[in-house]
């Protein structure tokens, strides 16, 4: 697979996909501009190259129809600011507009085209709306990470009529890391999986059984499990339909000497409510009526413990409810602790990934991946098709 400093781009018009699917406040203000400010290096590599820079993005889930408050125009403003030059924002991703703007452009001139996902083309990975993104640039870079899991128009469909195929520095530096990481970890290798659900983690789970060392499980996660050994788990979040599998990841854990680690003791409340009454137990003394939401003190310094000898950790997940304070704490203390070993540690995006900047500890972090749907896919060791169809590109091109 190319990267865009192995391709020729000097004064070239680059169509440059990135994930600028940032979160508006009630005011369409930007609450977050990571993405953004990750897509800098790839930009400004292009405008160093005297290249035309060409913009393409989504913004929310219009589902195929213009809807203003999912305007990219927020974000055409706070590029431009941290670029300390305009970014024009179009007023549509296709059509005459479109390509009068383009025709008009200087070298190391930026323009946005408005959200793609005001056209239902776009998720529907349309031939001929592939084929009209395409015509805009002599280089397709695909800088998206947060969006490779998708198999859309304008970062799969487009590659079948790009002339030229590239990824930026962002790709670059997820693959690298999600890729090095789990093919040839520095051991011992530390995997911690919390969030809420078993189904939307059971693959990764699977897949990074047989390449870690330790694997500790928390969050809602770990509830399933502990009921697939037999304890009391309360009303807490469980998937009784994943129980036998629950039991089985228990079991080829054993089989291949992998230490796994659940939840000692946990805070429980009648509901996840912030006002709620709570309660420290160990995981044996789970009242029937009410629902573990939260790891508790013994369960913190014990996963503590785990990490002191680890020289890659992975995290995917947080341990509770943290968005409320009552239920928090655990997760905030791993977010501690895993910034203060000494290991390579990479964090996969989503909720972890506000966890760990609520917590002021980001930098302190190895990295943590703008995509948490594409992180955990990397997690179950699959391809991501925005991925797959740029090394179907280089081969084609070869």
Avoid at 26 to 35: A, E, K, Q, V
Avoid at 318 to 333: C, H, K, L, Q, Y
Avoid at 369 to 374: E, N, R, V, Y
Wanted: aromatic letters at 6%; one cysteine or more.
């Amino acid at each position: 697979m190319k990267y865009i400093n192995e391709i020729d781009i000097k004064g070239k018009r680059v169509l440059c996909r990135f994930d600028f699917n940032v979160p508006l406040d009630d005011n369409l203000h930007i609450t977050d501009d990571r993405r953004i400010k990750a897509a800098l290096p790839t930009i400004n590599y292009a405008l160093d190259e005297d290249a035309k820079v060409i913009i393409i993005s989504h913004l929310g889930r219009p589902k195929g129809a213009r809807v203003e408050s999912f305007s990219l125009a927020p974000v055409a403003k706070r590029l431009s600011r941290l670029l300390g030059k305009e970014v024009a924002l179009a007023k549509d991703c296709v059509g005459d507009d479109v390509e009068r703007l383009i025709q008009g452009m200087e070298p190391r001139c930026v323009i946005m085209l408005e959200n793609l996902r005001f056209h239902k083309e776009e998720t529907e990975n349309s031939p001929d709306f592939a084929s009209k993104l395409a015509c805009y640039g002599d280089v397709y870079v695909d800088d998206a990470f947060g969006n490779a899991h998708r198999s859309h128009a304008s970062n799969v469909g487009i590659t079948k009529f790009a002339k030229v195929c590239c990824a930026g520095f962002l790709m670059k530096k997820e693959l690298n890391y999600f890729g090095t990481t789990l093919e040839d970890p520095l051991r011992p290798f530390v995997a911690i999986v919390g969030g809420s659900k078993v189904s939307g983690k059971l693959e990764a789970l699977a897949n990074l059984i047989k390449k870690v060392d330790k694997m500790i499980i928390g969050g809602g996660l770990a509830f399933t499990f502990l009921k697939a050994m037999g304890y009391e788990v309360g009303t807490s979040l469980v998937e009784d339909n994943l129980i036998s599998t629950a039991r089985r990841s228990l079991k080829i854990a054993k089989e291949r000497g992998v230490k796994l680690y659940l939840p000692v003791d946990c805070v429980i409340a009648e509901k996840a409510e912030p006002k709620a009454v709570t309660k420290i137990v160990p995981i044996q003394e789970i009242d029937p009526n009410w629902m573990g939401l939260d790891i508790g003190p013994a369960t913190i310094a014990l996963f503590r413990e785990v990490l002191t000898d680890a020289k890659t950790i992975m995290w995917n997940g947080p341990m509770g409810v943290f968005e409320i304070d009552a239920f928090s704490m655990g997760t905030f203390s791993m977010v501690h602790a895993v910034a203060q070993s000494h290991a390579l540690t990479i964090v996969g995006g989503g909720d972890t990934d506000v966890a760990v900047h609520r917590t002021g500890e980001s930098d302190s972090i190895t990295y943590i991946s703008t995509g948490g749907g594409a992180s955990l896919e990397l997690l179950e060791g699959k391809t991501l098709p925005a991925v797959d169809a740029l090394y179907k590109c280089a081969k084609k091109a070869k």
